[in-house]
């Protein structure tokens, strides 16, 4: 029976991947950690420790106390934050990594670590970009990850710890709000079209990138740590896709719900010269040959039931702050 810690599990992913595998078959234990605190009633039908990933100390001591023999490592900062204060992002992106490398290396824990599309760059192959291909990123958030990628696979080689990931394209989800990412946008759009009507995107109407449901990226993360190793050419940053689409292309779907959703562009140089960098699509046939890996959601499936979701929960809110 597994028992896992999962870092920055108040994030846009681990909000979702904790319950998923609490949930799962097999597991016994998943201990929530995060620096932000634990909100009252989210505290969830399971434990929750405040750690710091920068702190190897503490992430020791919570996988001591709990007996931890895997850890999914979300705690990150996102690209377009990481961009803003870099330094720090150098920190808690690869600092943090290393420091949850080394317990996992010292107490025999298995590691997920997700690395992004951010982990390619301008010299990159653009469409349907392969699984190993040239990667110079041009962001502290790609830089990263990139070398996230190398000391994943430097420890499982090296020291046979068994580190595991993909990397994820953008996310949508209506749990958690993203962290500060340029895909954010797609997250963005849906609460904005519940609400108003209407949405100003920072990102241009034909800046097209993969993207991915939070469903099947919960379902990525749990299905490659629990992949055959004997199957796996590759362990860690496998590309994986669900759907591909742009601004406009996005808004059109959702007009299909909403007829008089309007979207305009108000455009963050900073954050289209990021998308700019990132491939328009990726080649996930490596992630499909070695574990099966296959989405539930396209476009369609993903947009009716982020607004069937958002409706609820916006209601709920609403009322919630009239209370
Ligand atoms: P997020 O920004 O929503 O959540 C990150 C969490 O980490 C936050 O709750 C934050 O409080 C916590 N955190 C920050 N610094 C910390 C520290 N020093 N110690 C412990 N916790 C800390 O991010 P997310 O979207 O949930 O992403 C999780 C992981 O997945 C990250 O590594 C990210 O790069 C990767 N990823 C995300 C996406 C996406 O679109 N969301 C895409 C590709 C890869
Ligand atoms: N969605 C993430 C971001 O925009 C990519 O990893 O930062």
Request: charged fraction near 25%; aromatic fraction near 8%; proline fraction near 6%.
């Amino acid at each position: 029976m597994k028992r896992i810690l999962v870092t920055g599990a108040l994030g846009q992913i681990g909000s979702e991947l904790v319950a998923a595998l609490r949930r799962r078959p097999g597991v016994e234990l998943v201990v929530a950690s995060d620096i932000k605190m634990m909100p009252g009633t989210a505290s969830g039908d399971g434990p929750f420790e405040y750690l710091d990933c920068t702190n190897q100390r503490q992430i020791e001591q919570v996988v001591r106390k709990h007996g931890i023999d895997t850890i999914y490592h979300l705690a990150a900062l996102l690209s377009a934050v990481a961009e803003e204060r870099p330094q720090v992002a150098w920190d808690v992106n690869l600092g943090g990594l290393y420091r949850v490398l080394e317990v996992a290396r010292q107490n025999g824990c298995a590691i997920f670590f997700p690395s992004s599309i951010g982990a390619f760059g301008p010299g990159t192959p653009r469409d349907r970009t392969p699984q190993d291909t040239v990667q110079r990123p041009t962001t502290i958030y790609g830089v990263t990850k990139v070398a996230g990628e190398l000391v994943c696979d430097y420890y499982h080689q090296r020291f046979g710890v068994d580190a595991r990931g993909v990397r994820f394209p953008g996310l949508v989800s209506h749990v958690a709000v993203p962290g500060g990412g340029t895909t954010d946008y797609a997250v963005e759009i849906f609460y904005d079209a519940v609400r108003n009507r209407r949405y100003t995107c920072f990102l241009g109407p034909e800046t097209r990138l993969d993207m991915m449901y939070m469903p099947d990226s919960v379902k990525a993360a749990i299905e490659v740590m629990e992949a055959n190793p004997a199957k796996l050419e590759h362990r860690n940053a496998f590309n994986v896709t669900a759907m591909n689409f742009t601004p406009e292309e996005l808004a059109a779907e959702i007009r299909k719900h909403v007829p008089e959703f309007k979207i305009e562009y108000q455009v963050d140089p900073v954050r289209q010269a990021i998308a700019d960098s990132w491939p328009r699509s990726l080649d996930d046939s490596a992630a499909r040959r070695e574990w099966g890996w296959s989405p539930d959601y396209d476009l369609v499936a993903m947009t009716t039931d982020m607004l069937e979701n958002l409706e609820r929960k916006l209601r709920v809110d609403d009322r919630g702050k009239l209370d």
